[in-house]
T-cell receptor, first 114, second 114 residues
């Protein structure tokens, strides 16, 4: 069975500091990994994905994520946080086969203080 | 704006009733997904349709059903509603049914069952 763990309910960082939002996954076969962000009263917005290739993936708004197969992790990072990055972040995994569901983690609230 | 539209934005109804939620995918997208987001269960995949046919099924209750019409819009029908069905229901779309495609989410329908 597929599963995603986001071990931190909340991450607090100061503006200008680097941020990391952690994600580990469990899936049989090759994983397809995604990060989404949700602002209050809004739908989810796609940030980035890993399908294959380079382990470092760059996405929207300066975010990047590193796929680590041995640690089954896909942590989201940004070199310099902005107050506007404050939101709820979801990691998701899907098996690389047709007819499979996208499984989401419980989400991590990122709070960036000025 | 993701290009995915959902109606209505809010829905308040009573236990035992039936409601229909509507979703229009982004122009050109053939796949539609339905998700339920609640505080206790998080974001749960319900069902996926691709070009009118059911493609994947998740934790969807028997009281719930969905369909995708020839014009590619989709409806999620919830019947015999219970208090626990109160949640935010999201529709998402992607260009096809491939597992590596990112999904684009609508703003959601907030269902309140009294």
């Amino acid at each position: 069975a597929q599963s995603v763990a986001q071990p931190e309910d909340q991450v607090n960082v100061a503006e200008g500091n680097p941020l990391t939002v952690k994600c580990t996954y469990s899936v049989s076969g090759n994983p397809y990994l995604f990060w989404y962000v949700q602002y209050p009263n809004r739908g989810l917005q796609f940030l980035l994905k890993y399908i294959t290739g380079d382990n470092l993936v760059k996405g929207s708004y300066g975010f990047e994520a590193e796929f680590n197969k041995s640690q089954t992790s896909f942590h989201l990072k940004k070199p310099s946080a902005l107050v506007s990055d404050s939101a709820l972040y979801f990691c998701a995994v899907r098996r690389g086969e047709a007819g499979t569901a996208l499984i989401f983690g419980k989400g991590t609230t990122l709070s960036v203080s000025s | 704006d993701s290009g995915v539209t959902q109606t209505p934005k809010h829905l308040i109804t009573a236990t035992g009733q039936r409601v229909t939620l509507r979703c229009s995918p982004r122009s050109g997208d053939l796949s539609v997904y339905w998700y339920q987001q609640s505080l206790d269960q998080g974001l749960q995949f319900l069902i996926q349709y691709y070009n009118g046919e059911e493609r994947a099924k998740g934790n969807i209750l028997e009281r719930f059903s969905a369909q995708q019409f020839p014009d590619l819009h989709s409806e999620l029908n919830l019947s015999s509603l219970e208090l626990g069905d109160s949640a935010l229901y999201f529709c998402a779309s992607s260009v096809n049914s491939g597992s590596g495609n990112e999904q684009f989410f609508g703003p959601g329908t907030r269902l309140t069952v009294l």
